[in-house]
């Protein structure tokens, strides 16, 4: 299955400023998603990185507040802009091939805002 | 919409007991089912999964799940529990097609000497 490396795997920051997570895979795959796991919680899916267009994003989550690139079909990246304490959680990266069903994760980025 | 629900929040066993996490799901096709697992500060890894076939699946580290579709249930098991094994685990279904998972709520496992 894909290794994926995601970086920063911690980061502490303050109310108001932003913050890039990037998820780097060591093949070509087909879907990249990110999920949050808010402390205690389950995951929840923010978006789907779409290769070369928009992501998708899950009800809830908004373009402004989660911008997602995704270059190529080994790379993507989730900011996490103007945030507040509320935003303190595991952020996710997942990747999948069409058809094989199965999501590979990332160890997770943990950010705490101050 | 689906779901996945997993009843027990907190579970503590003894090592070398026998072990079952619950998870119930609700969705309208035959479901793609997995179990995951989180320990302390590490990413998800896929303990076994049921896309179809053989209703008792086997995972890694002697984990096995029985998919039970008259009762919507994706139990999963263990017979002898090893302290490695405290950790945080996860149901989850793929829904609409996409590879896209709908996770349950987590049961935390606590494993006592």
Redesign the interface.
Known sequence: SAV?SQKPSRDICQRGTSLTIQCQVDSQVT?M?WYRQQPG?????IA?ANQGSEATYESGFVIDKFPISRPNLTFSTLTVSNMSPEDSSIY?C?V?T?G?????????SRLTVL | AQSVTQPDIHITVSEGASLELRCNYSYGATPYLFWYVQSPGQGLQLLLKYFSGDTLVQGIKGFEAEFKRSQSSFNLRKPSVHWSDAAEYFCAVISGGYNKLIFGAGTRLAVHP
């Open positions: 994926i879907m998603f919680q389950s995951l929840t899916l789907t996710l997942s999948g069409a094989a069903n199965v999501l590979t994760f990332g160890a997770g």
